[in-house]
């Protein structure tokens, strides 16, 4: 069964600009989460959709934002680009995103802002 | 939301085993324990997780204390390939959410 994948793998942008990532679950999956990882904060959630629904959010500015398409595909997209959104951008698939079961991570995508 | 707190650092020796501390002291009712470790340039991987009792499967043993504020990751025999930041997570039920602990790096000697 393929993992999780993510596009495009490195990514630079200057300020200003938006930026959509993308991520594909494993087959089956129809809960995909979000989350950002940087030095310093670690890493945090961003959003987490399940059924093409936004289920949960985390504290993140309305700059980010996603979707989820039917084949449980989902993107994420960043506007308005500032230097403290450099980061590694993960996605994580879960058969339902219920707790009593695990969340398989994808590689990430690096993302800087120049 | 409920939070982890994790020794920042701890080393062991290859082949003997690594007890791995977790206290979440506000943790609520609902709360799943979730263990992952990450490697240099790579994602999370999944560890093991539980609710309220001890739990093992092929990569690790979780032991959670009766009043489950605590929680020990436990690597029978560390081998060099474990060496990674294992991050404590707990995931609710209600909210849906992880919210990650900053992890303790491993550090495995041959």
């Known amino acids: 069964k393929a993992g999780v994948t993510q596009t495009p793998r490195y990514l630079i942008k200057t300020r200003g600009q938006q930026v959509t990532l993308s991520c594909s679950p494993i087959?089956?999956?129809?809960?995909v989460s979000w989350y950002q990882q940087t030095p310093g904060q670690g890493l945090q959630f961003l959003f987490e959709y399940f059924s093409e629904t936004q289920r949960n959010k985390g504290n993140f500015p309305g700059r980010f934002s996603g979707r989820q398409f039917s084949n449980s595909r989902s993107e994420m997209n960043v506007s308005t680009l500032e230097l403290g959104d450099s980061a590694l951008y993960l996605c994580?698939?879960?058969?339902?995103?219920?707790?009593?079961?695990?969340?398989?991570f994808g590689p990430g995508t690096r993302l800087t802002v120049l | 939301d409920a939070k982890t707190t994790q020794p920042n650092s701890m080393e062991s020796n290859e082949e003997e085993p690594v007890h791995l501390p977790c206290n979440h002291s506000t943790i609520s009712g609902t709360d799943y324990i979730h263990w992952y470790r990450q490697l240099p340039s790579q994602g999370p991987e999944y560890v093991i997780h539980g609710l309220t009792s001890n739990v093992n499967n092929r990569m690790a043993s979780l032991a959670i204390a009766e009043d489950r504020k605590s929680s020990t990751l436990i690597l029978h025999r560390a081998t060099l390939r474990d060496a990674a930041v294992y991050y404590c997570i707990l995931y609710n039920t209600n909210a849906g959410k992880s919210t990650f602990g900053d992890g303790t790096t491993l550090t495995v000697k041959p």
């Open positions: 087959s089956g999956h129809r809960s």
């Open positions: 994580a698939s879960s058969l339902d995103g219920q707790p009593y079961n695990e969340q398989f």
